[in-house]
């Protein structure tokens, strides 16, 4: 890419009057200052920024090499279309649900991302979120604060023992799997793209179908992407199969998902929940975001939530803003970046 000179206004909120630089790059769901370091050691320009969605779609980033975005802003195929100029899309985490990555590789706009960066945070959240399911962590909190003091009514029971069902069995499911396993479960996984051996070099149980696992598993952990393959894919029906005891032990089942919305069908969770097929849910992500406060599936006893902070941990955002500048900065060289996902480049 050539050297360009342009009057621009740098991060640091002054002026900058003819500086040589190398891209501009928009960074619009904000950025850890030494990521932002890092590109500018590099010679680009970064502006950060949040952009509406009107003012994408009115062309507010032509002029702009790059963009860098986490979940909030949307790149879909109508904003891509007017982003004249644009070459690079970098997705600051792993999930690119947010991107119209068929309408970026028609418009020759590479997309990468950072996979990696965020795995250890949405295990240990996982792992969380489990643990306060069965012992009632957050419930109890509530309680208390309302001056009750309900100890009998907050008995527990313990994860040692339990199965386990993680639908998806990527670098974050596999985390969790290592930490579950030395809490005594046992671990079993649906991912139909995984080669048997993986599961089996984690010593988890491969099921060849969903229903199987729901079948099996009282604790059931989300770790896929959302597709039309999966939307909705934790229903009703599946839900009401899963056993609920294990060992002659009652423990309930358990839904938690730290992955994507949709996934999970919130309407039939706060259903199961209301019939007790369901003891506990937690969710991360949900199918509307920010959650309506209306929403009843939050207001219920046995539901406990966290506004989408899976990757949120000072450490994963070093980390993911460090990975996806480097990847962006390799692109703009005219270089192939490791993290590329859309298939045009590939």
Known sequence: MSRVCLPLKNVHGGTTSELPIMARIAVTDG??????AVLEKAGHEVVLGYIEKSDLLSGALDGFDAIIVRSATKLTADVIEVSQ?????GRAGVGVDNIDLEAAGSAGIMVVNA????????????????LSSVRHIPKSDRSMRQNKWEKKAMK????SGKCL????????????????????MEIHT????????????????????????FKTCTHISIHCNLTEETHHLVNEKRMKMMPG???GIVCGNHIINCARGGIVDEGALLEALEVGTIASAALDVFEIEPVP?????????????????????LEAQHRVGIDIAQEVITALKGQKPTTLVNSKFL
Do not use: C, W
Request: charged share 15%.
């Open 190 to 213: 649906y991912d139909p793209y995984l080669p048997p051996k993986v599961a089996k070099a984690q010593g988890a149980y491969l099921h060849k179908k969903i229903d199987s696992l």
């Open 156 to 159: 527990g029971t313990e994860l």
């Open 165 to 184: 069902g993680l639908i998806g069995f990527g670098r974050i499911a596999q985390g969790v799997a290592n930490v579950a396993k030395s809490l005594g």
């Open 115 to 130: 996979p990696n960066a965020s795995t250890q945070s949405v295990v240990e959240l996982t792992i969380g979120h489990l």
């Open 31 to 36: 950025m850890a200052p030494a990521a932002v």
């Open 85 to 89: 100029g644009l070459s690079v899309i």
């Open 245 to 247: 005891k294990k060992g």
């Open 293 to 313: 406060d209306s929403a009843p599936l939050i207001q219920h006893e046995n539901f406990h939530g966290t506004p989408h902070i899976g990757a949120a941990t």
